[in-house]
């Protein structure tokens, strides 16, 4: 029997364990089901769309501030948020190998049911399952503190409100944003990165006045703002969506919410985002949880009151995941397939690989080395590769997405003629002067 072509999905994990962008977690000892581990590549990845976020809703604004806060968080804040009693997913268990699933996922029950095929499948009655991860902190058994690990980074920035009015005296409207772990126990983590236990999140809570008409501008603001910022990542425009939540799926704390969607190539349109009309819920709620005031005055108005959360959330290991399916892509170049990822210069890995044209000629490895040295000043994510023939390592470069490759040959060194500057996408190559380099790749 053939083998089964490998789905879209499938080339990707390969190509992350092979290229050293992602691994199974702790995979020496078996690995952990929903945990996963980066690899350099990944990391630099993963670093570089933080970074777009960080950049773009953070730091090029005035109106709203960074912050980072811990993890660990006391039970009590999770009895305050809602999570405790409401944060669940229904649950099946099945009757034969007593494996539990998501009742409400048809495709985790299917995949189950595939595995059973010979006997018939039983489904206890749905419970409910709560996910927030717990633990213990302080060496005493009796008197330690039960803690939860943050099932949602959001907690930390409603928890410090206070402590940003007092201490940045901000004007409202203002957004804290934040990005972190994240800790979902998960009943069927599934689809690599798409549902893990741990995973990273990043976050703008923006502040408001509790007015509908201004709730309603914020928050459209906010989607289209979100949505423009997914697309700069690098998707087609045809493979992303907005989708309002129908009441019923909404999370408890939300008066209104939409998903940005992207259409995977494993299971059609899955959430990438989401933007949430958050109300007073958090802040109205630690407030009465705490006993301390979370009300906001407005000075000119001689107004107390709890403001309104328009709340943005993405998760960075799906956008990770969303990027490289986005990216992969296979072509034939002379007769032979290649695979490439199609990243963007702003977050891929390495921008630039700098390589002599031959390894064993040693005036064209010094100066190769010289031209490396001189980008890696000024650009961030740039690589020296003299290993193998030429045509190597631009497959190489091309399966870890590098946008560019400078090569120095002959004419470099005996003609002063610069270097060549191959495209990844499109194998075409080009002459520029070393001096024109550094600013050549800082534009395109
Ligand atoms: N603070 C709001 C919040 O946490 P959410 O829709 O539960 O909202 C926000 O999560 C984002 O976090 C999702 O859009 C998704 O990108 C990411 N996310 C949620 N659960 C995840 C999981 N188990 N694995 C990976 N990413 C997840």
């Known amino acids: 029997m053939s083998k089964p072509e490998e789905t879209k999905m499938e080339k990707v994990v390969s190509l992350c364990k ?45 109106d709203v501030y960074g912050m980072s806060a811990a993890i660990l968080m006391p039970s009590r804040v999770w009895e305050a948020s809602g999570h405790t009693e409401l944060f669940t997913d229904p649950l099946v268990e099945c009757k034969v190998c007593h494996e539990r699933v998501r009742a409400d996922q048809p495709e985790a029950i299917a995949d189950h049911e595939s595995k059973h095929k010979k006997e018939k499948v039983e489904w206890s009655k749905p419970t409910v399952f709560n996910l927030l991860v717990e633990t213990k902190l302080g060496a005493s058994e009796t008197t330690a503190a039960k803690v939860n690990l943050r099932g949602e980074i959001t907690q930390g920035v409603h928890v410090n409100f206070k402590n940003i009015l007092d201490s940045m005296h901000p004007k409202i409207p203002f957004g804290i944003g934040q990005i972190g772990k994240a800790f979902r126990n998960e009943i069927t983590p599934r689809d ?15 502040y408001i006045k ?79 949880y705490s006993g301390v005031d979370m009300s906001y005055f407005d000075e000119e108005k001689k107004e107390r009151f709890i403001p309104w959360d328009i709340e943005c959330s993405g998760g960075v290991d799906r956008a990770v995941l969303f990027v490289l399916l986005e990216a992969y892509t296979e072509d034939e170049v002379d007769g032979e397939k290649r695979i490439y990822l199609k990243l963007l210069p702003r977050i891929a890995p390495i921008k630039v690989a700098v390589f002599p044209l031959l390894k064993n000629k040693p005036a064209l490895v010094e100066k190769a080395r010289e031209i490396y040295i001189m980008l890696k000043k000024e650009i961030d994510g740039v690589s ?61």
């Open 18 to 62: 092979r290229r050293g962008f992602i691994f199974q977690g702790s995979e020496i000892y078996g690995g952990l089901s929903g945990i996963y581990d980066y690899g350099p590549l990944g990391t630099d990845l993963r670093h570089n769309i933080k970074q777009y976020f960080w950049d773009n809703f953070i730091k090029e604004r005035d």
């Open 192 to 206: 690599f990165l798409f549902r893990q236990r741990e995973f990273e999140q990043m976050e703008l809570q923006y």
């Open 210 to 288: 509790p007015e509908e008409a201004e709730g309603k501008r914020v928050f459209e603001y906010w989607k289209q703002f979100a949505f423009d910022w997914y697309l700069g990542l690098g998707f087609k425009k045809e493979n992303l969506r907005l989708r309002q939540h129908a009441s019923d799926e909404r999370a408890h704390y939300a008066k209104d919410a939409w998903d940005i969607e992207y259409n995977t190539p494993f299971a059609g349109w899955k959430e990438a985002w989401g933007i949430h009309h958050r109300g007073d819920w958090d802040l109205r709620r630690h407030s009465e």
């Open 384 to 444: 020296f590769d003299d290993n193998g023939n030429i045509g190597k390592r631009y497959r190489r470069q091309d399966e870890i997405g590098t946008p560019y490759c400078v090569t120095v040959d002959f004419e470099t060194i005996e003609k002063g003629a610069g270097v060549t500057i191959r495209d990844r996408d499109t194998g075409k190559q080009e002459r520029v002067k070393i001096d024109e380099l550094t600013k050549y790749l800082k534009v395109v």
